[in-house]
């Protein structure tokens, strides 16, 4: 089965004449630094997200009347009007290597609210990754659909920090983490909790309770939402037809595909696509 990937689908169709496009994100800046020079800063504002990953050292950042101590592995987020500062020690006390991102992020496209601080550690692996694609779309930025690249990458990086901050895919046990893992990178091929169970080499009722208690949802359940979270993006962030971002998720039935996305969306695929290209109808229809 073909594997969809945001850069793969990027720039496949241009938007019709007659439809104007609505900005769902604006990208600012990415860049990895080390604390070779000067990082710390004065409390300062602005009208768009930044996100700090910090990918080895410390650091502390300060955001309104709150101070966060930063680890290797951690997201902090600042909001569009939040005062906030960063803190980095001298070079020569701790080495420091960090990833800044600033992105202007449209609120009526659903992307997520991220905590001021998250520990991603259980699942860097991932972070890393949409990481280096983020840092690669913004280097490409030379035509204009990267921006929705760009903006489908921020909505699985929110989605990750979000999960990570809540503990739904901090999985304590190492097996379950395994096999978080293995279903985010292979959603678009058959998943089925016997195989799951024979990664972790645990019986398979074991699995599936264990799975189930971690977590909360089962690891059918689990594999469902997460089809259909990457579908979302997809459908927002290109222009791929839907029947192919189905099967580039793991749907060989459509229409299975467009009752489940109903049942968890309360709109089919084609009309939450619609929607998103007019926030202001998709505002109503939400509300």
């Not at 020690?89 to 600033?102: F, G, L, S, Y």
């Not at 998943?191 to 799951?196: E, F």
């Not at 968890?264 to 202001?280: E, V």
Request: aromatic share 8%; proline share 6%.
């Amino acid at each position: 089965m073909r594997r969809l990937t945001w850069r793969a689908i990027a720039g496949q169709s241009e938007p019709m004449a007659s439809e104007p496009a609505v900005v769902l994100c604006r990208p600012l800046l990415a860049i990895e630094q080390d604390n070779s020079i000067n990082l710390s800063t004065e409390p300062h504002t602005h009208d768009f997200h930044q996100f700090l990953y910090l990918r080895q050292g410390r650091c502390g950042v300060r955001i309104d009347d709150r101070r966060y101590e930063v680890v290797e592995g951690c997201v902090a987020s600042m909001l569009p009007g939040q005062a906030h500062q960063l803190e980095f020690p001298a070079h020569t006390e701790t080495p420091c290597r960090v990833v800044q991102i600033k992105v202007w992020l449209n609120p009526a496209a659903g992307f997520p609210d991220p905590p001021a601080l998250a520990d991603c550690r259980q699942v860097r692996s991932q972070v890393d990754g949409c990481i280096g694609l983020l840092l690669d779309a913004f280097a490409a930025r030379d035509q204009i659909e990267q921006d929705r690249t760009i903006g489908g990458l921020m909505m699985y990086l929110l989605a990750l920090v979000g999960s990570a901050s809540s503990g739904r895919i901090q999985g304590r046990d190492p097996r379950i983490r395994d096999a978080i893992d293995f279903i985010a990178a292979n959603l678009c091929e058959t998943i089925t909790v016997a195989h799951l169970a024979r990664r972790a080499g645990l019986d398979q009722s074991y699995f599936s309770r264990l799975f189930r208690t971690q977590l909360g949802l089962s690891p059918q359940a689990y594999v469902c939402a997460q089809r259909l979270d990457r579908a979302r993006g997809l459908l927002v962030f290109t222009d791929a037809p839907i029947a192919e971002i189905a099967e580039s998720v793991g749907y060989r039935n459509y229409h299975h595909f467009s009752n489940q996305f109903l049942a968890a969306y309360g709109r089919r695929p084609s009309d939450y696509r619609s929607g998103m290209q007019d926030p202001d109808s998709y505002r109503l229809a939400e509300g």
